[in-house]
């Protein structure tokens, strides 16, 4: 008698198994707890086992026949994935889920209006988005998590491949009442000796920090914040300057005080951002789609939304 158990069950099933809980799960695939529930109750009696033990502690933990059963599903899914992007390969259309990462200082600026833009004339695409730091796209990238990542040509790996889109030079982020509000441009020199608000981010703040140390200069760090919005924030209210290499829309801070944005000088190398997939992964027509895309996307948007131009 041939087993039916469908596509979605199995992807119930192996967002439990990843996240190790119906509710986690639940987030992850954007369906509802008992839906979940009701599914891998349903796999269970198709399948004729236990596929997983329920610890209080713990929460849900794969039984041995689950653990195996786990990476075959996997495989499925990929495969189902696969072809669901040839059939749209060989019919010509565009359509399916897209899983997209984006470094989080920059993700709130770029992501919602290039994921609107692309939707709009793609109805049939589901665009999911994760925001991360570097390392973590690097690792959602390589465990096939994400299709593609939005970031920074900030220490690539070689097993990754980088669709460079626009360079960004570096911004001094500073209050309006700093005594070097005024000038037209600034350097790691006359920065030194003011406390800094560093972007505490994993690769992000080894380049700030950079650029004083190939001038022999250390920087006086005041203050470490890992979210942009509480970075500029800081730096509105006095506590120090930053570096940052996007502008934001406004020059004002989330609390509503003005801030100004300078360029950095002594030619500091400028960040690429770009789009980011693994060398193994197949670019399918949907991919190839949303790279063209976000490439005249982000260069028609460069000067208002990304402060490129002067």
Same mark, same amino acid.
């Given at each position: 008698?041939?087993?039916?158990?469908?596509?979605?069950? &199995?992807?119930?099933?192996? #967002?439990?198994?990843?996240?190790?809980?119906? *509710?986690?799960?639940?987030?992850?695939?954007?369906?509802?707890?008992?839906?979940?529930? #009701?599914?891998?109750?349903?796999?269970?009696?198709?399948?004729?086992?236990?596929?997983?033990?329920?610890? /209080? =502690?713990?929460?849900? %933990?794969?039984? &041995?026949?689950?653990?195996?059963?786990?990476?075959?599903?996997?495989?499925?899914?990929?495969? =189902? *994935?696969?072809?669901?992007?040839? #059939?749209? +390969?060989?019919?010509?259309?565009?359509?399916?889920?897209?899983?997209?990462?984006?470094?989080?200082?920059?993700?709130?600026?770029?992501?919602? $209006?290039?994921?609107?833009?692309?939707?709009?004339? @793609?109805?049939?695409?589901?665009?999911?988005?994760?925001? =991360?730091?570097?390392?973590?796209?690097?690792?959602?990238?390589?465990?096939?998590?994400?299709?593609?990542?939005?970031?920074?040509?900030? +220490?690539?790996?070689? +097993?990754?491949?980088?669709?460079?889109?626009?360079? &960004?030079?570096?911004?001094? =982020?500073?209050?309006?009442?700093?005594?070097?509000?005024?000038?037209?441009?600034?350097?790691?020199?006359?920065?030194?000796?003011?406390?800094?608000?560093? &972007?505490?981010?994993?690769?992000?703040?080894?380049?700030?920090?950079?650029?004083? #140390?190939?001038?022999?200069?250390? *920087?006086?760090?005041?203050?470490?914040?890992?979210?942009?919005?509480?970075?500029?924030?800081?730096?509105?209210?006095?506590?120090?300057?930053?570096?940052?290499?996007?502008?934001?829309? @406004?020059?004002?801070?989330?609390? $509503?005080?003005?801030?100004?944005?300078?360029?950095? %000088?002594?030619?500091?190398?400028?960040?690429?951002?770009?789009?980011?997939?693994?060398?193994?992964?197949?670019?399918?027509?949907? /991919?190839?789609?949303?790279?063209? /895309?976000?490439?005249?996307?982000?260069?028609?948007?460069?000067?208002?939304?990304?402060?490129? +131009?002067?």
């Amino acid at each position: 008698m041939p087993l039916r158990y469908t596509l979605r069950q &199995l992807e119930y099933f192996v #967002a439990v198994g990843e996240t190790g809980s119906i *509710a986690a799960a639940s987030q992850q695939v954007n369906v509802s707890s008992p839906s979940i529930s #009701a599914g891998i109750s349903q796999l269970e009696e198709e399948l004729g086992v236990k596929l997983f033990v329920r610890y /209080h =502690a713990q929460g849900l %933990t794969p039984t &041995l026949a689950g653990r195996k059963l786990l990476d075959h599903a996997q495989t499925v899914l990929r495969q =189902a *994935a696969a072809l669901r992007d040839l #059939a749209g +390969d060989l019919s010509g259309s565009i359509r399916g889920p897209l899983a997209i990462g984006c470094l989080s200082t920059f993700a709130q600026i770029v992501l919602p $209006g290039l994921r609107r833009s692309f939707v709009e004339q @793609h109805g049939e695409v589901r665009i999911s988005q994760v925001e =991360a730091d570097q390392a973590e796209l690097f690792s959602l990238l390589r465990q096939a998590k994400i299709d593609l990542a939005l970031s920074y040509d900030l +220490d690539l790996p070689a +097993d990754l491949l980088f669709f460079p889109i626009v360079a &960004l030079p570096p911004l001094v =982020a500073i209050s309006e009442d700093h005594p070097l509000a005024e000038l037209s441009e600034v350097s790691v020199q006359q920065l030194a000796p003011y406390p800094m608000v560093l &972007l505490d981010l994993p690769l992000s703040s080894d380049y700030f920090l950079s650029f004083f #140390a190939k001038a022999g200069l250390r *920087a006086n760090i005041a203050e470490r914040t890992r979210d942009m919005a509480v970075m500029r924030s800081l730096v509105a209210n006095g506590f120090g300057y930053s570096i940052v290499n996007v502008r934001p829309l @406004h020059d004002v801070a989330p609390d $509503g005080k003005p801030m100004r944005f300078i360029p950095l %000088t002594g030619r500091p190398r400028p960040m690429t951002l770009g789009l980011m997939m693994g060398k193994g992964t197949e670019r399918t027509r949907l /991919h190839r789609a949303f790279i063209s /895309h976000a490439r005249d996307w982000i260069e028609a948007q460069s000067s208002q939304l990304l402060g490129t +131009d002067p």
